[in-house]
């Protein structure tokens, strides 16, 4: 039988300790544009009750075409800065696209630990084939991670697919400032619910800017973000082992 650790509300978010979804690598997509961006990003994540940070720039076709190596000289370049006390790790975060499925077949994915993917499509329009789409990348041993799964509309009105994904083996992702109304009521009633229903695996900050610390800053003292740690079932810490 498993224990699932509890986990105590300190007003930051020393308890989870581990974020896993950020873009603070400068220049490589909508996240930190230059190297003091993205400095002062990390050392308010510390501030925050951070210690460990995965960041996970874009990886889509078009807009942001990343690869390992368009991503790590950046990523090298912000270890090499980093304040004392914490550690950054890279993986990016994989749009279902032409440029994913190249990668997947060329064996080029940063993952997360656990053979972890984290994974984001289209918010509005229901991907095609998207169950084989995951289906497929099971098969291949990897541990699907959608990223923010209260951001997709078309799964709105189908909150039954929620449950179908979970049965799947997807794990869930959670953005912090959705547990707020940053990007809007309904987005915060679904990252609710899906809370109410237990879905929920890993928060992350999925940090793009500065100006989203001091939102983030309101996270900790709101009724679900306490849920959420009460809940037990973070997995946010394992992350770290
Ligand atoms: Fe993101």
Redesign the pocket.
């Known amino acids: 039988m498993l224990f699932f650790k509890r986990k105590k509300n300190t007003g930051d978010f020393s308890a989870l300790a581990t974020d896993m ?3 603070l690598i400068p220049g490589v997509d909508d ?1 930190a544009e230059n190297m003091e961006d993205s400095l002062s990003m990390i050392e308010a994540l510390a501030e925050l009750g951070f210690n460990r940070l995965f960041t ?1 720039p ?1 990886s889509m076709q078009g807009l942001h075409p990343n690869t390992k190596s368009t991503l790590v000289t950046g990523y090298q370049l912000i270890k090499s800065k980093l304040p004392n006390g914490i550690t950054l790790e890279l993986s990016s ?1 994989y749009y279902l696209d032409e440029h994913f499925d190249h990668l997947v077949n060329t064996q080029q994915l940063l993952l997360l630990p656990g053979q972890r993917l ?1 994974i ?1 499509f289209s918010q509005v329009i229901r991907p095609y084939a998207l169950e084989e789409s995951l289906f497929g990348l099971a098969i291949k041993g990897y541990q699907v991670v959608l ?2 799964p209260e951001r997709y509309l078309f799964l709105h009105k189908n909150f039954d697919d929620y449950f179908r994904l979970k049965d799947m083996g997807v794990e869930f992702q959670v ?1 912090a400032l959705s547990l707020t109304d940053h990007y809007g009521k309904n987005i915060r009633a679904i990252a609710e619910k899906l809370t109410d229903h237990k879905l929920v695996d890993f928060i ?1 900050t ?1 940090i ?1 800017r500065i100006q989203q610390i001091d939102l983030l800053k309101k996270v900790p003292s709101s009724r679900y973000y306490a849920k959420l740690l009460e809940s037990g079932l973070l997995k946010n810490n394992s992350l770290s082992l």
């Open positions: 979804h950020s873009h996240g996970t874009h975060e984290l984001e990223a923010h953005n992350g999925d793009h």
